[in-house]
Nanobody
Framework: QVQLVESGGGSVQAGGSLRLSCGIS??????????MGWFRQAQGKDREGVAT????????NYGDSVKGRFTISQDNAKNTLFLQMDSLQPEDSAMYYC????????????????????WGQGTQVTVSS
């Protein structure tokens, strides 16, 4: 069973930074998982895609609202996914989720949540003004 466990959330003032981590169980390789992503859901809003990474090539994509401020990366040796969040704003406050799936058709990852098979339980990020 693939398990994803997020950490690193917390409270920060506007303009600050946080780095989220997602620990990935070693079974991802046996499940051919090659797409990882971060999603977020603010209270009362739909869940939205933040960033994705196609792990074989490290090709990344970002949501428009976080481009230039957030960076997704991976550490294959440690089976860990990261999300570096800089210049945080109150509108970035949300529950952040790590997710993964096995992409079989394309060499990039879907930005929509429907394709993602595995999900973590989330970590809360709160940005105060």
């Amino acid at each position: 069973q693939v398990q994803l466990v997020e950490s690193g959330g917390g409270s920060v003032q506007a303009g600050g930074s946080l780095r989220l981590s997602c620990g990935i169980s070693p079974n991802t390789r046996s499940r051919s998982i090659n797409c990882m992503g971060w999603f977020r859901q603010a209270q009362g809003k739909d869940r939205e895609g933040v960033a994705t990474i196609y792990t074989p090539s490290s090709r990344t994509n970002y949501g428009d609202s976080v481009k230039g401020r957030f960076t997704i990366s991976q550490d294959n040796a440690k089976n860990t996914l990261f999300l570096q969040m800089d210049s945080l704003q109150p509108e970035d406050s949300a529950m952040y989720y790590c997710a993964a799936y096995a992409e079989t058709l394309f060499e990039f990852c879907s930005g929509g949540e429907r394709e993602y098979t595995y999900w973590g339980q989330g970590t809360q990020v709160t940005v105060s003004s």
